[in-house]
């Protein structure tokens, strides 16, 4: 598969893989598992998107924010891989966190965003286990973090 073909196929811009800005790196390889620290949702103008589902933003605004974590994994992953997404064998897991009040029930429907996109890009290297967790904070209050591992072939 092509994937520089996949992107034009899917009109999707990736952002550019931010480095971190904290005690810990971006991505790890270890033997065969790449591993990709927690991406936060940032729109396509590198603006944060910041809220609480359940009481400043509805289940698709989640979603979407969802949908732009994973934009900044394939990113990651590009430049783990020195831009070869053909070294990727499988997505094995996305864990999602996201900020929400305590009765919002829906965090499943969010990470779908993320899992959506992952799965139609990658195809069925793409079909990956999961968690989506509740929080009631993020990281400058963003509303919603994915991290995820990949196999490498």
Do not use: W
């Not at 305590?102 to 069925?124: C, R, W």
């Amino acid at each position: 598969m092509n994937f520089e073909d996949k992107i034009n196929e899917l009109k999707i811009k990736l952002p550019e893989a931010a480095d971190p800005v904290g005690s810990y790196v971006a991505t790890k390889i270890s033997d065969k598992m790449l591993f990709i620290s927690g991406q936060i949702s940032i729109n396509e103008k590198g603006e944060l998107i910041k809220g609480k589902l359940g009481k400043d933003l509805d289940t698709e605004a989640g979603y979407n924010a969802a949908r732009r974590c994973a934009l900044s994994i394939i990113a990651q992953v590009k430049k783990a891989c020195n831009d070869d997404l053909s070294k990727v064998k499988s997505c094995i897991k996305l864990t999602g966190f996201v900020n929400s009040t305590d009765d919002y029930i829906e965090q499943p429907k969010v990470i779908n965003g993320a899992s959506d996109l992952i799965a139609t890009f990658f195809g069925n290297s793409g079909t990956h286990t999961r968690a989506a967790i509740s929080t009631n904070s993020l990281p400058l209050g963003v509303a919603v973090e994915v991290d995820a591992i990949f196999e490498l072939i």
